[in-house]
């Protein structure tokens, strides 16, 4: 099983600020890079932000950007607003029995 | 535009099996897409349980597969998860979601949520 290992636990930043979360795979995750970033809010339905490590998904403004290859891998969100107070998680979809990072909490101050 | 739903008995007795339904609506779950269930808990975050297609083939998280059970139902645009024998450790909010093109077990679109609690 691969492990993702995200850091910090909790980031608390203020609006306009940018922010930067960390995802470390336990194994390779390959050429294809096969990683995923979500924001999770309660109560709402949990939102697809990068796939492929780097690609957009549908109508995720480009304040969201996802970097990294191999093991290490980065979600950086620029120019913070107050509703991108949520929990991200990474996940890695590349083995059977895809697995999620534990998350991070972003608190806006 | 495609929209989720889950349903769900909200309190279940240890031991017990919860079943769970997503209805789908703005497509079909016969066409080209898995479907798949993801479930959130206070202590293990986000979980894959898994995935369905529309012949009815399965992949499961190998750590749920004895418990799970998924089917799907094209006559009332729906998919199900039986998960048997639950403990405290399934308390969750549970999740049905639709997978990307690109792979099965990357989710684009989700449902909002239900809460399943396992208590006596």
């Known amino acids: 099983e691969v492990v993702l290992t995200q850091s910090p636990a909790t980031l608390s930043l203020s609006p306009g600020e940018r922010a930067t979360l960390s995802c470390g795979a336990s194994q390779n995750i390959g050429s294809f890079n096969y990683l995923a970033w979500y924001q999770v809010k309660p109560g709402l339905a949990p939102r697809l932000l990068i796939y492929g490590a780097s690609t957009r998904a549908t109508g995720i403004p480009d304040r969201f950007s996802g970097s990294g290859s191999g093991t290490d891998f980065t979600l950086t969100i620029s120019g913070l607003e107050p509703e991108d107070s949520a929990v991200y998680y990474c996940q890695q979809y590349v083995s059977s029995g895809s697995t999620f990072g534990q998350g991070t909490r972003l608190e806006i101050k | 535009q495609v929209h989720l739903q889950e349903s769900g008995p909200g309190l279940v007795k240890p031991s017990e099996t919860v079943s769970l339904t997503c209805t789908v609506s703005?497509?079909?779950?016969?066409?080209?897409?898995?479907w798949g269930w993801v479930r959130r808990s206070p202590g293990k975050g986000l979980e894959w349980i898994a995935t369905?297609?529309?012949?009815?083939?399965?992949y499961h998280n190998p750590s749920l597969r004895s418990r799970v059970t998924m089917s799907i139902d094209s006559s009332k645009n729906q998919f199900s998860l039986n998960l048997k024998s639950v403990t405290a450790a399934d308390t969750a909010v549970y999740y049905c979601?639709?997978?990307?093109?690109?792979?099965?077990?990357?989710?684009?679109?989700w449902g909002q949520g239900t809460l399943v609690t396992v208590s006596s």
């Open positions: 369905v297609y529309r012949d009815g083939s399965t």
């Open positions: 703005g497509l079909s779950v016969s066409s080209t897409f898995y």
């Open positions: 979601a639709r997978a990307h093109v690109v792979a099965t077990d990357l989710f684009d679109h």
